[in-house]
Every structure is written in structure tokens, then in C-alpha cells.
């Protein structure tokens, strides 16, 4: 199981504390991320944290810097490019 955000002392109502660019998969992100921002403009599917991983949720033609409002467990598609915030 992956490391969730808030291992580290981090909280929800803080900044994070680590950034990587997210290759999309269907394997959970580790750590799971606080929330996953769009870096270029395009589309993006995830799974949030408590859902199931088959249930994912699709946000279409979003603009470069829409922080997806989620804690992210899964990244599955990016026609962008995504980052963590951890």
C-alpha cells in the first residue's frame, strides 16, 4: 500500500512538501498525492483516494494550473502534464 499524504506531519490544510511530474498508471501514486495540479492545459482521469479503483473520475479541457480538488490515489490519464502535490 502506498504512503498517504500525512505520514510526513503534512496536513490538508497546508502546503505540500514534494513535486514530481505523474506518468499516468493503474497502480496507486506513492505517496498518495494531496492533489494533483495540471501544468499544461488537456484532460485528466483519477481515482480519488477512498474510491474504488475501478471508479474514476474524468475532468475535460482544463486550463495550465487547475488543481484537481482531490486527494489523488491514481492518475489513469493525463493529455497534459500533471504534477503531485505531495
Known amino acids: 500500500m502506498a504512503t498517504e499524504w500525512n505520514s510526513t506531519g503534512n496536513r490538508s490544510d497546508s502546503f505540500g512538501f514534494k513535486g514530481r511530474v505523474v506518468t499516468p498508471a493503474s497502480t496507486d501514486l506513492d505517496p498518495i498525492a ?15 483516494l477512498n474510491n474504488a479503483a475501478a471508479t474514476t473520475i474524468s475532468f475535460t479541457d482544463l486550463p495550465a494550473g487547475y488543481v484537481i480538488p482531490y486527494f489523488v490515489r491514481q492518475v489513469t490519464a493525463c493529455s497534459g502534464t500533471c504534477a503531485t502535490i505531495d
Not at 495540479?37 to 483519477?46: H, P
Request: glycine share 6%; proline share 7%; charged share 5%.
Open 34 to 48: 494531496k492533489s494533483i495540479v495540471m501544468t499544461a492545459a488537456g484532460n485528466i482521469t483519477i481515482v480519488p
